[in-house]
C-alpha cells in the first residue's frame, strides 16, 4: 500500500514531472494528501480552479486505478486525451466507444494498465460493471461534477444519487466529490447522499477576477450582441440561448455577418454535435451558439468570452457557464442580456414543474438569477453572496463598478427594514415584509396580527420596486440572507446588528431608470480593450503568434486540439522568458518531461528563430 507519509518532494516531483507545474494552487495539496491518506474528500474550486488535479495527482500515487465518474461523454474524452499526452495512463469506457475498443480498456483495467478510468454513472452502476471491479485495485473513486447528486442542486440527476451504495462496494477506498457551484446547503446534500466519511473539506474563492461581468437590458438583442463580438476581435467564446430555435436564429445572423459561428444543440445529430464540437476546440470555429447542452465537458482554456442571449433560470448555470471563460486566467468577458420577458418564460416553465419542492427550489432560484441581473451593487458581491462567501470590496471589475449608480444614505431605510425582518420573527418572505413596512390591509397580515407591530406602515414612503431593491442590496451586502431550505424567509445575519444598533451608516444604490443599451456603450468598449490589450511587447508578441502557429501545425498532426500541446499561458510564457535550452524550457508553468521530450526541439528553435 501507499505510505500517507509520502515526502512532500514526491507530491512537487510529480506534479512538476507529470504536469509541469511548479506549485499547487490554494487547497489542492490538502486535497490531494486526504485522498493519499485515505480519506475522503469534498473539493469545491471554481471552474478552471485545479479540481481536476486534485484526483489526478493522487491517483498517479496510489496503487490501483482511479474510477472518475464523469457526467458528459465529451468531459471524459477531453480529459483523458489531455492526460495521455501528459503520458498518463487514462482511458473511457462509455457507449461512444466499438465493442473491439471497449473490450481493450476492459482489458487494460484487469491487467493493471491504467492509472485512471472515466466512466458514465450509469454505466459504472450496472452490475457487470460493479462485478468487474471485484477483481480490480480501485486506488480511489472520484465523482465529478457532484451537485448532480442533490435535489437542491441546478443539475439533479438520478442516476448520479445511487453512487452512495459504493460506500459498501468499495470499502476502504477513498472517494472525492467535487463540484464547482454548490451553494451550503447543496454541499451538506453532496456529502450526505455519497455518503462520505468525516471528509477533508477543501473549498476555495468562488472568485474568478479575470472574469468582467456585465448586464444588458434587451433593446435590440441582435446588434447589441453583434456590437459587442465586433469588440471581440478573433477571440473564441460561446453564446448561449435557451432555444434550438433561437440557436439556430443568431447562429445564422452571426454567418450573415462573416463571423466562424456554429450552431449547437439536442435536436442535432450526433455526428453533427461531435463536428461542431471538436472544430471549435480546434479553433476552426470562432463562435459556438448553443443551448445549456453544449460546455459542460469543454476543457478549452482559451475561450475569451461568454455571452447569455437570454437569462439562465439559475445563479449555479450562469455561473458554471460563463466559468468556461478565461479558464487560463486570462482577462475575458461575461456578457448577460436581460429583459422581462426571459423572467415570464421562467415563471412558466417553473409552473409547469409537477414537484411542488422542486417548484418552491427553481422559484428561489430564478428569485435570486433575477436579484443578480438587477443588482444595482458589484456583481461579483451578489455571485459570491449567493455561494455563502463575502467579497470586502467592490471588485472594480463589472459594469455596476465601472459605471456606479447614484447612491443615497439608507441608513434609516436598512434599519426599518432589518427591523420589520426581526420584528416578524425572521419567519417570512421578502414580499410578506414589505406587505408590512408598507402598511398593507390584508387579511393575512391580520390574522398573523402584523398590523399590530410597531414597524407596520413605517415604510409608506417608498413603492414596493424601492423596497425590492433595498432588501437585494442588503441580502447582496450580507445583512440579511434567504433561507432556501425554509421557504426562502429572510434572517438577520450578525452583521446586521450593528447598523441596527446605530453603531453604522450605510451607503445604498438608488434604482435607475430603464436604459437604452447604448448608454452602456462606453464601459463595453473598455471592457472589450482590456481584453484585447496585449499583456506582451511588440518583439513577445510576434513571437507569441509565431508559436502559435508552430503549435497549430503540430496538434494537427497529431490530430488533437491546438491547446493539448500546450495553453497560451505556457506560450506566453515562453515568449517573455525566451527560453534557449531544455533545462529552461522545463522551467516553463506547463512543460513537463513528457512534453519536453516530446516538442522540445521545435518550440527552442522556434523561439531561437530559426
Same mark, same amino acid.
Given at each position: 500500500m501507499h505510505d500517507p507519509r509520502t515526502p512532500a518532494r514526491s507530491l512537487e516531483e510529480t506534479l512538476r514531472r507529470v504536469f509541469g507545474l511548479?506549485? #499547487?494552487?490554494?487547497?489542492?495539496?490538502?486535497?490531494?494528501?486526504?485522498?493519499l491518506g485515505g480519506r475522503d474528500a469534498f473539493v469545491l474550486m471554481p471552474t478552471g480552479g485545479g479540481k481536476s488535479l486534485c484526483f489526478q495527482l493522487a491517483a498517479l500515487l496510489r496503487p490501483g486505478v482511479g474510477i472518475v465518474v464523469s457526467p458528459l461523454i465529451s468531459l471524459m474524452k477531453d480529459q483523458v486525451d489531455g492526460l495521455v499526452d501528459l503520458g498518463v495512463r487514462a482511458a473511457?469506457?462509455?457507449?461512444?466507444?466499438?465493442?473491439?475498443?471497449?473490450?481493450?480498456?476492459?482489458?487494460?483495467?484487469?491487467?493493471?494498465?491504467?492509472?485512471? $478510468?472515466?466512466?458514465?454513472?450509469? +454505466?459504472?452502476?450496472?452490475?457487470?460493471?460493479?462485478?468487474? $471491479?471485484?477483481?480490480?485495485?480501485? /486506488?480511489?473513486? /472520484?465523482?465529478?461534477?457532484a451537485h448532480c447528486v442533490s435535489q437542491w442542486g441546478h443539475d439533479f440527476r438520478p442516476e448520479y444519487a445511487q453512487l452512495g451504495e459504493l460506500r459498501e462496494r468499495l470499502? !476502504?477506498?477513498?472517494?472525492?466529490?467535487?463540484?464547482?457551484?454548490?451553494?451550503?446547503?447543496?454541499r451538506e446534500d453532496i456529502i450526505r447522499v455519497l455518503r462520505l466519511e468525516e471528509p477533508g473539506r477543501h473549498i476555495t474563492s468562488f472568485d474568478r477576477p479575470n472574469i468582467r461581468y456585465s448586464v444588458l437590458e434587451k433593446q435590440r438583442p441582435a446588434e447589441q450582441l453583434l456590437r459587442f463580438l465586433l469588440g471581440q476581435g478573433r477571440e473564441s467564446g460561446i453564446v448561449y440561448a435557451l432555444s434550438r430555435r433561437r440557436v439556430e436564429e443568431v447562429a445564422a445572423q452571426l454567418c450573415g455577418h462573416g463571423f466562424q459561428a456554429a450552431a449547437y444543440h439536442a435536436g442535432l445529430g450526433a455526428t453533427t454535435r461531435d463536428d461542431v464540437q471538436e472544430r471549435f476546440?480546434?479553433?476552426?470555429?470562432?463562435?459556438?451558439?448553443?443551448?445549456?447542452?453544449?460546455?459542460?465537458?469543454?476543457?478549452?482554456?482559451?475561450?475569451?468570452?461568454?455571452?447569455?442571449?437570454?437569462?439562465?433560470?439559475?445563479?449555479? %448555470?450562469?455561473?458554471?457557464?460563463? %466559468?468556461?471563460?478565461? +479558464?487560463?486566467?486570462?482577462?475575458?468577458?461575461?456578457?448577460?442580456?436581460?429583459g422581462a420577458q426571459d423572467v415570464v418564460l421562467a415563471r412558466q416553465m417553473i409552473e409547469n414543474t409537477a414537484d411542488e419542492d422542486q417548484r418552491r427550489i427553481e422559484t428561489y432560484k430564478l428569485g435570486a438569477m433575477v436579484a443578480f441581473a438587477e443588482s444595482l451593487t458589484c456583481r461579483r458581491r451578489v455571485?459570491?453572496?449567493?455561494?455563502?462567501?463575502?467579497?470586502?470590496?467592490?471588485?472594480?471589475? @463589472?459594469?455596476? @463598478?465601472?459605471?456606479?449608480?447614484?447612491?443615497?444614505?439608507?441608513?434609516?431605510? /436598512?434599519?426599518?427594514?432589518?427591523? @420589520?425582518?426581526?420584528?416578524? %420573527?425572521?419567519?417570512f418572505g421578502m414580499k410578506h415584509v414589505i406587505d408590512v413596512l408598507r402598511g398593507a390591509d390584508s387579511d393575512r397580515i391580520r390574522q398573523l396580527g402584523h398590523d399590530r407591530l410597531s414597524t407596520y406602515g413605517i415604510g409608506r414612503d417608498l413603492g414596493e420596486t424601492e423596497w425590492m431593491s433595498i432588501f437585494r442590496q442588503l441580502i447582496h451586502r450580507g445583512f440579511l440572507?434567504?433561507?432556501?431550505?425554509?421557504?426562502?424567509?429572510?434572517?438577520?445575519?450578525?452583521?446586521? +446588528?450593528?447598523?441596527?444598533? !446605530?453603531?453604522?451608516?450605510?451607503?445604498?444604490? +438608488?434604482?435607475?431608470?430603464?436604459?437604452?443599451?447604448?448608454?452602456?456603450?462606453?464601459?463595453? =468598449?473598455?471592457? =472589450?480593450q482590456a481584453v484585447a490589450e496585449s499583456p506582451l511587447?511588440?518583439?513577445?508578441?510576434?513571437? #507569441?503568434?509565431?508559436?502559435?502557429?508552430?503549435?497549430?501545425?503540430? /496538434?494537427d498532426a497529431q490530430g488533437v486540439p491546438p491547446y493539448v500541446v500546450f495553453g497560451d499561458t505556457t506560450l506566453l510564457e515562453m515568449s517573455r522568458r525566451r527560453p534557449a535550452t531544455a533545462d529552461a524550457l522545463l522551467e516553463i508553468t506547463g512543460v513537463g518531461q513528457v512534453k519536453l521530450e516530446r516538442y522540445a526541439e521545435a518550440f527552442l528553435r522556434a523561439i531561437a528563430g530559426n
Open positions: 511548479h506549485e #499547487f494552487r490554494p487547497r489542492q495539496r490538502e486535497a490531494v494528501e486526504d485522498l473511457y469506457y462509455n457507449s461512444s466507444l466499438e465493442a473491439a475498443e471497449a473490450r481493450r480498456v476492459l482489458a487494460r483495467l484487469h491487467a493493471g494498465e491504467l492509472d485512471l $478510468l472515466y466512466v458514465a454513472p450509469e +454505466r459504472l452502476m450496472s452490475p457487470e460493471f460493479l462485478a468487474r $471491479l471485484d477483481g480490480v485495485e480501485v /486506488a480511489l473513486l /472520484a465523482v465529478d461534477e470499502p !476502504g477506498v477513498p472517494m472525492a466529490a467535487l463540484t464547482a457551484t454548490a451553494d451550503p446547503q447543496t476546440l480546434r479553433d476552426d470555429v470562432q463562435i459556438v451558439v448553443a443551448t445549456v447542452a453544449f460546455g459542460m465537458g469543454i476543457d478549452k482554456p482559451n475561450v475569451r468570452f461568454v455571452v447569455h442571449h437570454d437569462m439562465p433560470r439559475h445563479i449555479e %448555470g450562469y455561473y458554471q457557464e460563463t %466559468g468556461r471563460a478565461g +479558464r487560463d486566467s486570462l482577462p475575458a468577458e461575461a456578457l448577460l442580456l436581460y455571485l459570491l453572496g449567493y455561494f455563502g462567501e463575502s467579497l470586502a470590496e467592490a471588485c472594480g471589475n @463589472c459594469d455596476v @463598478c465601472l459605471n456606479p449608480p447614484e447612491t443615497f444614505d439608507g441608513t434609516e431605510a /436598512a434599519r426599518k427594514a432589518l427591523s @420589520c425582518v426581526f420584528r416578524v %420573527g425572521s419567519r440572507y434567504q433561507d432556501i431550505a425554509n421557504w426562502s424567509v429572510l434572517k438577520l445575519t450578525d452583521t446586521a +446588528r450593528p447598523l441596527l444598533r !446605530g453603531e453604522t451608516t450605510l451607503e445604498l444604490a +438608488r434604482p435607475r431608470v430603464k436604459r437604452k443599451a447604448t448608454a452602456k456603450t462606453p464601459k463595453g =468598449k473598455r471592457a =472589450k511587447a511588440d518583439a513577445d508578441q510576434q513571437l #507569441f503568434e509565431r508559436l502559435r502557429s508552430l503549435r497549430r501545425e503540430l /496538434a
